[in-house]
């Protein structure tokens, strides 16, 4: 157990993508399907989908170190706070489409990682591209109705699962390789 | 005041570690003998989380050498979030901060797991042991919406001694090694 905690940053980010993608595929299948069989662990898997969030967050300033202001660091720490805080939040209370603050900020924060290291090879690109996508469309779609109260009609819902679907591939595998291609190239 | 915010972090954590005890036995004798102190036991709570906060934030610089960096980061979360809940608590009562409990007392019982020779054997297993009985309260509630029968209730008492003493006193004593 001492060593899961205390493995390197970089396998723990590793690890953790590979948790937040299942958890996402999952909650996307009880979704669509519309099975009940989950929902009496719906509140641990938020739980662990917040934890792994978490953990990957807080890797991506040392991944991104060489190329960023040192306050990145106080940045993801406040973003990964954020994002702890937001998924207690969702656990605690029945919010009706989630915690939207906490998905404006994390989506918004995504936007302008992926695009100011785009282009330096931390990130492979078919990731960055598809985060820069996916954080895009959520930033605007959150931001719809956190600002301006503007409901989201259900015919342009498959756009914002799309949207949804692409972040979280981009941000989960992006994470997951770079640190791969990152400890590779420092064993090299 | 300067100096008080500019002291080291082993001074500021030692004193920080007798406040929290101080604010245990405080609410320990709150609870047993049910006496209401008003703004004054609010005060107390807001400390105990303060406290508790500067603690853990002690608690990296504790055990930097036996940690990875990004634990850093983790402290300022743990300790941001230790410090919400009581202020939450304190604005509205009502609001449910179980959640963050059991986030600290995860953070708490796996955390004690990387800290060995650090802190003294029985106020670490003091602390694990408090750490397990939290997680396993909390975490039935928040997600399951079991909570343990009345019977049990005396576990919460092991949970109280284990803080004090084990978080408390341990820590003043790491650091005191220190």
């Known amino acids: ?188 | 005041m300067k100096n008080f915010a500019l002291q080291p972090i082993s001074v500021q954590a030692k004193s920080q570690s007798l406040v929290f005890i101080l604010c245990n036995l405080y609410q320990i004798a709150e609870a047993g003998t049910g006496f209401d102190g008003g703004g004054f036991s609010i005060f107390v709570n807001l400390m105990w989380g303060f406290s508790l906060s500067a603690v853990i934030i002690g608690q990296y610089e504790l055990t930097k050498e036996q940690v990875p960096e990004f634990w850093k980061t983790g402290s300022a979360i743990l300790a941001t979030v230790v410090l919400l809940a009581k202020c939450l608590e304190v604005t509205n009562p009502e609001i449910d901060t179980t959640a963050f409990y059991f986030f600290f007392f995860f953070n708490l019982l796996f955390g004690s797991f990387a800290t060995e020779g650090i802190y003294k054997p029985i106020y670490l297993y003091l602390t694990a042991a408090a750490a397990l009985c939290g997680l396993l309260f909390t975490g039935a509630d928040i997600f399951f919406d079991y909570t343990f029968p009345e019977s049990l209730q005396p576990l919460f008492l092991l949970i109280g001694v284990g803080f004090t003493v084990g978080v408390g006193y341990g820590n003043y004593d790491a650091w005191n090694k220190n």
């Open chain 1, 1 to 188: 157990m001492k060593t899961f905690f205390t493995q390197p940053v970089g396998n723990l980010s590793r690890q953790n993508a590979i948790v937040f993608l299942t958890i996402n595929i999952v909650f996307i299948a009880v979704e669509f399907s519309g099975i009940t069989a989950l929902d009496a662990i719906e509140d641990l898997l938020n739980f662990v989908w917040g934890f792994s969030l978490v953990s990957i967050i807080i890797a991506a300033y040392y991944l991104a170190e060489d190329h960023v202001p040192d306050y990145w660091r106080s940045a993801h720490t406040i973003l990964a706070t954020v994002i702890i805080l937001g998924t207690f939040v969702e656990i605690t209370d029945d919010l009706d489409g989630g915690f939207l603050p906490m998905y404006f900020f994390w989506a918004f924060n995504s936007l302008v990682y992926s695009l100011t290291l785009r282009g330096n090879g931390v990130f492979r690109p078919i990731y960055e591209n598809l985060t820069i996508v996916g954080a895009l469309f959520l930033t605007i779609g959150t931001s719809l109705t956190l600002f301006f109260s503007f409901e989201i009609p259900e015919s342009f819902e498959l756009v914002g699962f799309a949207g949804w679907s692409l972040l979280v591939i981009g941000f989960s595998l992006g994470n997951y390789f770079a640190w791969g291609d990152k400890s590779s190239s420092s064993t090299e």
